[in-house]
């Protein structure tokens, strides 16, 4: 699950003007590659706004949206007709974390939290790419492509939309 939070707080910001962005719209391809060398990838595009709210549309391999504010995540996933609400610790800032994460060479940032380390590669005022560590020792990689900031996002973006006969696990 972690895999899929921290990039939806990821795709929101920018250094250079981090108290300026409020929107963040990208492509992305995400790789994460376990201990054997085995690399999944996953292709699809993101849009995220101020404070927490983001959608993540996962396009390939399968079509997955996941859906995140503040307080809960939500997966849509089409393909099983299945859809997974779970609560999210509302402490998690990452809008602050980035804000206090330093800069360790050109282009490149370094930001901590809860034992985990993200390296952030920025080009011009936008993020490139994202890589950590997940929770599975999985390694993560998001490349960021097309990105666009503070445009004006539709909110309806951010609520999740499945049919009624999809069945719903979580609470």
Not at 16 to 42: C, M, P
Not at 70 to 97: A, C, G, H, W, Y
Not at 120 to 144: A, C, G, Q
Request: charged share 30%; glycine share 2%.
């Amino acid at each position: 699950m972690k895999r899929l939070l921290i990039p939806i707080f990821c795709s929101t910001l920018s250094f250079a003007s981090l108290i300026d962005i409020h929107s963040f719209e990208a492509g992305f391809t995400q790789k994460v590659t376990d201990d054997r060398n085995t690399t999944l990838h996953y292709d699809g595009y993101v849009r995220a706004q101020k404070p927490q709210n983001a959608v993540w549309n996962y396009l390939a391999p399968v079509k997955k949206d996941v859906y995140l504010d503040r307080f809960r995540v939500t997966i849509v996933e089409p393909e099983i007709e299945q859809v997974i609400l779970k609560r999210v610790e509302s402490s998690f800032d990452f809008f602050m974390m980035i804000k206090n994460a330093k800069k360790v060479a050109d282009d490149t940032y370094e930001a901590h939290f809860k034992n985990a380390k993200f390296i952030i590669k920025t080009e011009k005022t936008l993020i490139k790419s994202i890589s950590y560590k997940d929770e599975f020792e999985n390694n993560v990689f998001i490349l960021f492509k097309n990105q666009k900031q503070n445009i004006k996002i539709d909110e309806k973006v951010f609520i999740a939309d499945y049919p009624v006969e999809y069945d719903v696990i979580g609470d």
